[in-house]
């Protein structure tokens, strides 16, 4: 006879790959299932344990199983043939390290769907793992939520844009029929992460009802062993990352459906979450391990921008260690060819050292033929006159997400094939270059910054940018000691000085220099004594930090108060319009009107210069100061705070230096120069020789970059210097020393603070007893004045009724007119004189007793 086939009632699909230590537990609670309508669908996909042993004893042991053996093709893959197969009404799915917790699980799933009728119904289920937090993790993105959907679109709104319902495929039940429509549009691709994210999608497309009810829990989810989670290793995260490559399926598929335009805002917002999640899990990957896994990141180029978005909004706080990570990636390197476009970059484009290079840089460049597009975050009125003369980029501000799209449409759109990136210490370097690179364009950094700045400043992290200089095609730097330091790390830095700017004739000196034939309006050095009044100059932006601008005013305002016929000139704007007016209000409180100009900002310095005779430099640090090249120029002595390191000086030629922050030293030096016209211009003789000794030996600005930029065309950069490791190693162990002795002296700030903040506590516990003994004092005092008018009226009483007695017992013994009476009321005299005497001498004890009491 034979045997009758019955109906399917429910398919469950199982793909496996080398979960032999769970599987046997997956299989057993298949194998005990009561349902006999039932199928598991077991797809071996290339297991290399024994897994494919275990699968095909449950195919001999039970007839409701299917096994198919297929080489490694992803869990994607395998589902997309377990559904094929799949014969039931409805179908399900169980992953082969999960269980069903009891043997009645698939009856209950197969009355639930043929109740609902619904093309997806969600069931309740159970996590399990020794992490706690990783269970919450996994309960809060399943989401527990009672309710029904209509719709496709309403559906995957729900699901991928707003996270109502978690998208795992486990805790579900489809219709077959809508399961088949949505593989078949599955791309071939190996897929093993986010294969839940990406199939779900498409199902879910197809659908027009989705119902999550409230049941027993009907499946049994092991964390920590798939790939989706548990320990993240840079081998997981290969697969991992790939999920980034979901949204490009989806989107390939809406569109040949004719519906990416409905669809596109919930794809963008699950691109979000997707990203998140793998860039979550690159960063507990230890930074050995991130090397490959930041290539990984970018396995989708369309995305690339959200996920530089969803790295500034993680690093932005720590960029270094992003940096770390990055170092040994695999950057698309820019390919050979001839550089026709630069875009330079600062900020902004006024009011600075920086910004003078940039104007004077960009036009150099442009007469060599690059075509020049400057990129800023801000525009003013302010800006140098000759930038306004070029392209102009406005990018948004740091922190601002559209940055990086910005800054991408407009290197595409300017056609830019190198950067030139003037802010070697900004926040948002990192992020910008690796926008510029992820587009196969040139980077390179110019630092205008010196190391040890940063320790002056009682900041150690100036160590952390090297390895965000190290992702750059080149550095340039403005001294030698920076390109030895920065060798010495393995980086190729190119030192070229900045642009220096020659006067016009006009403004050389004549053949007879410092004749005493020359006019006053042109002897800077002629005797003051001829009401010739002299000229110190002190140009730079209002910055105290750097620049110093309130100690200048101060060593100013002590040579004003010592020389009678000098002028000062104080050139620069600030940051803000307050560092103006505090200039204005300190020469007016010192009545100094009439010896201190302040003149603002100005394009050109040398008008200045050209009647100066004194220039004063109150700058800590600096790296290649354009006030002291063009002092040197127009042959200005210079005083100013000691930089050994500066190139500029190491002649030790047209200059003063003293100690820094010497503001009497440096007022005084300023006095005696301008007492003394033989070493004024002994000095300005030194500074035009050094400054001309300087251009013949150093390359020009314009023939450095140049060399530069042949070489990045032709990939032909110097190989770095091998690291340097005792450099290095002395450097750290610098740093080190130096943020001990930062956080010492924190340390020590704050233990003041606590101590002085204890002590005003106890002081105002003290002032607290005080007022409150003044308080009980007072209280006492008004006790007595109480009591002594008590007393007072006690003994008026007491003095009535005893006179009263006396009066009556002599009115009855002696009446008045006779001889007794006359006798017996001087008696009562006498009597009532003893009697108030006794009174009298009782108050008195009576207040001295109580003033005691008062006392004590």
Known sequence: MTELKLPIDISVVIPVHNVGDYLEECLS?????????????????GSTDHCAEICNKYA????????????????????????????????????????????????????????????????DMNAFSEDENAIKSYLNFRKEWIGSLETPLRIIQEIFANGTVGWGMAD??????????????????????GTDAYQFFLICFYSNTFRSVKTEPLYSYRLGTGISNGVVNIKKFASQSQILNIPKYLISFLKTQGKYEEYSQTIQKLTTRLIGQTVSRFHKLSVEESFNAFDYLFCNPEIKLNVLVALHKLYSADPALLARKVTKSCLPQPKKRRIKKIGIFFPRLHNGGVQRVISMQAPLLREHGFKIVLFTEELTDNDYSSTKNFPIVLLPRRGDPKRFEALENALADNEIDLVIYHAASSPELLFDLLTVKLNKIFFSICRHEITTQFLVLNKTYFAQFVHTHKLADSIVVLNSMEQFYYCSHGINATYIPNPLVRPTARNEFPSHEFSNQLTSSGDKFLSASVNNPSHILWVARLDNDQKNYKEALEILRIVCNSELNVICHVVGAGEKESDAEWVKKFISLNNLQNKIVYEGFSENPGSFLEIADIQLITSTFECFPMSLVEAKTYGVPTVLYEMPYLELLKDRKGYISVPRHDVA??????CELLRNNDRRKQLALEAKSSINNFIASNPSHIDGWLDLIHSLENGQLSQPLPVNQDFIN???????????????????????????????????????????????????????????????????ARMIERYAVCRDFVTKLCPLGTNRYVLIKKIAQVIYGLIKRGCQRERTRSSCDIGSIGGG
């Open 665 to 670: 030293g440096a007022a005084e030096v300023i």
């Open 60 to 123: 001999q042991l039970d007839k409701r199983f299917i096994v198919v053996h297929q080489e490694c093709q992803g869990t994607l893959m395998a589902r997309k043939r377990a559904f094929a197969l799949a014969r039931g009404k409805w179908c399900t799915c169980v992953d082969g390290d999960d269980y069903l917790p009891f043997d009645s699980v698939l009856e209950a799933e197969v009355n639930l769907a043929n109740k609902h009728d619904v093309d997806i119904l969600r069931f």
């Open 172 to 193: 579900k039940i489809y219709r077959t029929s809508v399961v088949k429509k949505a593989i078949a549009e599955l791309e071939e691709v190996t897929l093993i992460c």
């Open 730 to 796: 002395f450097v750290d162990s610098t740093i080190s020393y130096c943020q001990e002795g930062i956080n010492r002296h924190r340390e020590e700030i704050l233990r003041y603070q606590n101590l002085s903040k204890q002590y005003q506590e106890e002081n105002n516990q003290l002032h607290a007893k005080i007022k409150s003994h003044q308080e009980e004092l007072l209280y006492h005092r008004e006790r007595i004045e109480q009591l002594n008018l008590l007393r007072k009226s006690e003994y008026d």
């Open 29 to 45: 609670s298949l194998h005990c299932q009561s349902l006999k309508t039932a199928e598991f669908i077991v797809i071996n996909d």
